[in-house]
């Protein structure tokens, strides 16, 4: 199976992907990496993976679906079957969701349908909710949205600090990412409606 990943930053939930990959734990091909920044250290971690990459500066296009369509070119000529949305900070047009229905993951780090946007480690902790959480969904039209394949929590200790929760999430996001692609690849993820059954 070809994998493309999106990128926009940091690139940690790629690197989880690749290191996952190259232990053959998860059996597919990386084959692009795309990202909306040139700047990404994302894009440096695919590079030395040795996975080509693909960058596109949104700047240039008037609407979101023209974006998406040079993107969805580039997927369609590598036949990816499977998009992976690792910290790509952008909403896909509805073309896109459309082309790829169903083949679109993301991950975002809070428990869904809490805490949506760019900044929900923060957002939780700064509301003082004892528990918050790493959510992998499937994507929607809308915004951190669509049936969700895995969800886990953990606990906001007392002495938690915004950096040490960041610390945690971003641990258990490495975890359960892989493992998500994993069961994807394996074909073992069945989607009703809302509702995703996983089979042992
Ligand atoms: C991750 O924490 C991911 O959950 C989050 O961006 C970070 C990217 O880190 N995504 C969202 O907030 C989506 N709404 P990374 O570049 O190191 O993988």
Known sequence: MNIAIFVSGNGSNLQAIIDSVSKNEI??????????????????????????TFVLDPGGFNAREDYDREIVKELKKRKVELVVLAGFMRLLSPYFVKEYKNKIMNIHPALLPLFK????????????VKKTGVTVHFVDKKLDHGPVILQESLEIGKKDTLESLEKKIHALEHRMY??????FVEGKIEIKGQKIKISA
Request: proline share 2%; net charge positive; charged share 35%.
């Open 178 to 183: 892989p493992k998500a692609v994993k069961l």
């Open 27 to 52: 059996k597919a091909r990386l084959v692009l990496a795309v990202s909306d920044k040139k700047e990404a250290y994302a894009l440096k971690r695919a590079e030395k993976a040795g996975i080509e």
């Open 117 to 128: 946007g760019t900044h929900g480690i923060r957002d939780a902790f700064e509301a003082g």
